[in-house]
Each structure stands twice: as C-alpha cells, then as structure tokens.
C-alpha cells in the first residue's frame, strides 16, 4: 500500500479481555516497529521487527505483551488480559534500511485502545 | 543506552515569530537525528533528518535544524511560525540503518493569533 496501515483505528474493550492490533507496513520495508503513545508520555518503544532476525523486544512492558509478524509484512501485536494501564494509542511504523529514505520511519495513525 | 530529552513540555508563541524546540540527547556514537511532528489528529510526520555532513539541515515547512556535537543538542527552528504549525513535536535519536529510534516526551507547540 501506499503507507502504513493500521486497525482497528478504536478499540474499547473491557478490563481482562484479550485484543488484537494490526499493522500492515509499506511494501518492501524490512523493519517495522510498534510504539506507545499515552497521554502526556512520548513514544515508548516497544518491539521492533529487522527482517529474518530474532525481534528486539526489549521494550515490551510485560508477559502479557507479545508481537508476532508474519511472513515478513504483516505484524500482529496482542495484548493479553488488559488493564486500565494499557489505555493508550499503539502506533505501528516501517523503515526501510536502503535508498535515500534509509532509516526513516514512516508511522500509521495508530491504533487508540481504551479499557474499561 | 541512547536518550532524548526535550525539557520544555508546552511553548506558546505568536503567529510570525521565530520558534526554537530544544533537544539534547544522549549516544554512545555518531547519532541519527530526527525531528518529526503529529498534528492533531493525524500520524507522525518527518519534518527532518541528520544523518552526517551539514550539520544545519533543512526539512519540510521551513524548519531546518543544526546538530552541535559538542552540546549534544539538535535544537529545531522556524524563523517565522503559522498557525499551522501548532502541533506537538518528537525528537528522536537512534544508530541508523533501519534500526529503533528513541523519541522524546515531545514538545506541545501553540501558536497564539
């Protein structure tokens, strides 16, 4: 696609549930990226996908946090058993480490997740 | 382990006067630098980037930037800010090569007419 998509754009869902979040990168970027953005915080970093490599997720806040992307494009971030701490918008971004643009992230417009 | 600090949260300033957002960061190398901005309601956009040479580098809507090594800053200009302009500002940091960025806190930027 033309950028980086995300969905759902909102999610409410009630404490203790299990949600989904997706993210489709730009074609052809090796790297993608979730962040989290609450209220008042930056961008906290969370996982991050290099190609065929072994995730860096050294960002994930705890177990219940876990990220998956298959097949080299498309990244699933689930998040299980949510709490009210969890509230906040999860972006997605892609890079590519070729070519002029080299290094630069492209971000979706997130994904805003409220828990009830 | 890299950092990015922006020490000042909001900035107000009148539409047409000049703007400068502080970043100062923390790396162990030569660092990537990026200044990006979120408008309300939209994704994050790059505004600029450093990568080497030129240490002022100019980016999209009249902002340019200058990497000062020996202050550890990449403070962010705007000789003449538009209402437009009001947004909040990211800073970022990282060792380049597709690899994760660090982000700032961010700066809220308002712009009085």
């Known amino acids: 696609g033309a950028g980086v998509s995300q969905s759902p754009s909102n999610k409410v869902t009630e404490k203790g549930k299990d949600v989904e979040l997706r993210c489709d990168p730009i074609?052809?970027?090796?790297?993608l990226y979730w962040y989290r953005q609450s209220l008042g915080q930056g961008l906290e970093f969370l996982i991050y996908?290099?190609?065929?490599?072994?995730?860096?997720k050294s960002g994930l806040p705890s177990d219940r946090f876990s990220a998956e992307r298959t097949g080299g494009s498309v990244s699933t971030l689930t998040i299980q058993r949510t709490q009210q701490e969890d509230s906040a918008v999860y972006l997605c971004?892609?890079?590519?480490?070729?070519?002029?643009?080299?290094?630069?992230?492209?971000f979706g417009e997130g994904s805003r997740l409220t828990v009830l | 382990a890299q950092s990015v600090t922006q020490p000042d949260i909001h900035i107000t300033v009148s539409e047409g006067a000049s703007l400068e957002l502080r970043c100062n960061y923390s790396?162990?190398?030569?660092?990537?630098l990026f200044w990006y901005v979120q408008s309300p309601g939209q994704g994050l956009q790059l505004l600029l980037k450093?990568?080497?040479?030129?240490?002022l580098v100019q980016g999209i809507k009249g902002f340019e930037a200058e990497f000062k090594r020996s202050q550890s800053s990449f403070n962010l200009r705007k000789p003449s800010v538009h209402w437009s302009d009001a947004a909040e500002y990211f800073c970022?940091?990282?060792?380049?090569?597709?690899?994760?960025?660090?982000f700032g806190t961010g700066t809220q930027l308002k712009v009085e007419l």
């Open positions: 971004a892609s890079s590519s480490s070729r070519g002029a643009r080299a290094g630069e992230l492209f």
């Open positions: 074609s052809g970027h090796t790297a």
């Open positions: 996908f290099q190609g065929n490599s072994a995730p860096d």
């Open positions: 790396y162990g190398a030569t660092p990537y």
């Open positions: 450093y990568f080497s040479g030129d240490t």
């Open positions: 970022a940091v990282g060792p380049g090569g597709g690899n994760k960025l660090t």
